[in-house]
């Protein structure tokens, strides 16, 4: 069976790997990983961070729940709304998403803070007004902790619910770490454990809706088209199984119906079952390079680190 089963794993892996890379192709950020040797970078190969941020399943799908969450919310969406080409170049913004996440995540601690000082630059210029008046920053405080605190749900809950077993104390340990880039990035009161982050979104409830700005851009989302083979398979796949990682709340507020959420169950079946490919056929990614980078060998981060 052994014998069998070898070739078909060797070609699934190669599938997947060719759909990775062409959807988020490698080195486009100019980011340098690799030297200097010996710096850890924000986190280094004893975080948490490294360890969820290296399973590319969870990540992905957990940055569709991330994007579903935010369009809930009128301030955060309106500067992707006002100033950004979302309609036209959504798999652009999705590239530099992923590399803005995994540069200051694995990158030298010189790179993520070139990194957030971009981000910052490009913040200070997004403002507008609402609708119905109200005005809108994309560095508020407040809107910048609302984005990192869906992602960080989104990235632990893929890992967790695609990848591996998250143990409580392993995740309260993600969030106090990761919360550094959105400090950073000049958040304040961010949430730093699963306890935190529940409080955080029932608090957060009264001022999050389902308007015609969120629709359309659900719309685009749903209908975008990753340069991949089977682009609407894989699409579907990955967006049902982001949507499978929504608190009820958001699932109520989104207005899913009955029959997208058995597509989610299905579609987190099948993400799940094939997540260790994807482990396999990326085995030469960012994270390993950062292991490397540090002289740690990448096999490190498929075990959780003690915790004191």
């Known amino acids: 069976m052994s014998s069998l089963f070898s070739p078909v794993s060797a070609a699934a892996t190669a599938h997947i790997r060719r759909w990775v890379l062409d959807a988020f192709p490698r080195n486009q950020n100019g980011v ?24 590319f399943p969870g990540m992905l799908a957990g940055g569709l729940c991330a994007l579903m969450l935010q369009l809930l919310h009128p301030r955060a969406l309106a500067g992707v709304y006002d100033h950004s080409n979302f309609r036209e170049d959504l798999v652009g913004r999705l590239r530099r998403t992923t590399s803005f996440v995994a540069g200051t995540s694995y990158a030298p ?12 630059r490009i913040h200070a210029q997004v403002v507008g007004t609402l609708p119905d008046g109200r005005a809108y920053a994309a560095d508020d405080p407040q809107l910048l902790t609302w984005v990192h605190v869906t ?53 957060q409830q009264a001022q999050l809706s389902m308007d015609a700005r969120s629709r359309e851009v659900l719309e685009v989302l749903s209908d975008v088209r990753l340069p991949v083979p089977l682009p609407g398979v894989s699409r579907d796949v990955f967006l049902a199984s982001g949507a499978a990682l929504l608190p009820e709340w958001a699932v109520q507020l989104l207005g899913r119906s009955r029959g997208q959420q058995l597509q989610s169950v299905v579609a987190a079946r099948v993400l799940r079952s094939v997540a260790p490919l994807f482990r396999i056929a990326l085995n030469d990614g960012i994270s390993t390079r950062a292991c490397k980078r540090v002289g740690q060998d990448p096999a490190v981060l498929a075990a959780w680190p003690a915790l004191a």
């Open 32 to 55: 340098e990983y690799d030297t200097p040797l010996g710096d850890p970078g924000w986190f280094g190969p004893g975080s948490v961070t490294w360890r969820i941020h290296s399973e």
């Open 109 to 120: 601690a010189a790179e993520a803070e070139k990194l957030i000082a971009k981000v910052r």
């Open 151 to 203: 992602e960080a749900f989104g990235f632990l809950e893929g890992c967790r619910r695609y990848c591996r077993e998250v143990p409580a104390a392993i995740a309260d340990r993600y969030y106090d770490e990761y919360r550094r880039v959105a400090e950073a990035l000049g958040a304040r009161d961010v949430p730093a454990s699963e306890a935190q982050v529940r409080e955080y979104f029932q608090a």
